[in-house]
């Protein structure tokens, strides 16, 4: 038998194997079938949640796409995150994960200006200056004129800002770990890298098109790239 008929039969074994593996309850799926030969220790028992209910066939008639599931995987993985951070917070004098990112940002820069330091957390002008405020009450960070441009004002972290860091750094290093669950080092790679290259994506149309508005952005960032 020639090599490419043999390889034909051994997909379909393969397959075949998915299938088997996965139960009648469940529909088989490129992803998954993918998912299942690149790691065949967990051939066994594969489940997942499954939020779908009977009318999911409809409504992938409809229009419901592989990329809505992703949409919502990572809108459930930041509520996850959450949710373990909360456990780390409920003693520290920084009470939101929003909170954290500003300051481990002020922590690797001299100062900032308050609109840099929005940006770079990817916040909307009125959510960053509510997060500085709090901050700057709480004597985390302190605020002060800039030097060079008199309508800006820059912001540094405080002691005590560096001090409540160092505080729970260990503890939220904790959240990294579980928040990378049962992935190995090959797929936390990747991930890694998927994740960059999505970020890098969206913080452009954020900085330069987050006022046009969706169909402009996926015509001129996706259609047309």
Do not use: C, W
């Not at 008929?5 to 139960?23: N, T």
């Not at 452009?204 to 508005?213: G, T, Y």
């Amino acid at each position: 038998m020639e090599t490419k008929y043999l390889l034909i039969k051994q997909l379909i074994d393969k397959v075949a194997e998915y299938e088997i593996g996965l139960g009648a309850s469940h529909d088989l799926s490129l992803e998954g079938f993918t998912n299942f030969l690149s790691h065949p220790e967990k051939n066994k028992g594969l489940e997942r949640r499954n939020l779908s209910g009977d009318l999911a066939q409809d409504i992938q008639e409809k229009g419901n796409k592989q990329e809505t599931g992703i949409a919502i995987l990572v809108t459930f993985i930041y509520r996850y995150a959450k949710l373990y951070a909360k456990k780390v917070l409920q003693n520290s004098s920084i009470s939101t994960l929003d909170d954290f990112s500003y300051l481990i940002v002020l922590l690797t820069h001299e100062s900032l200006t308050k609109k840099e330091l929005i940006q770079k957390n990817v916040h909307e002008k009125t959510t960053g200056m509510e997060i500085i405020k709090r901050l700057n009450k709480q004597n985390l960070i302190h605020q002060f004129d800039d030097s060079h441009d008199k309508r800006s004002q820059r912001v540094a972290i405080t002691n005590e800002g560096k001090a409540a860091i160092f505080s729970i750094l260990h503890q939220l290093e904790d959240v990294s770990t579980i928040m990378t669950g049962n992935l190995n080092a090959l797929e936390k790679n990747s991930l890694n890298n998927i994740l960059k290259k999505l970020d890098h994506f969206h913080f452009d149309i954020f900085l330069n098109e987050r006022q046009s508005s969706l169909p402009d952005i996926i015509n001129n960032k996706i259609i047309h790239q």
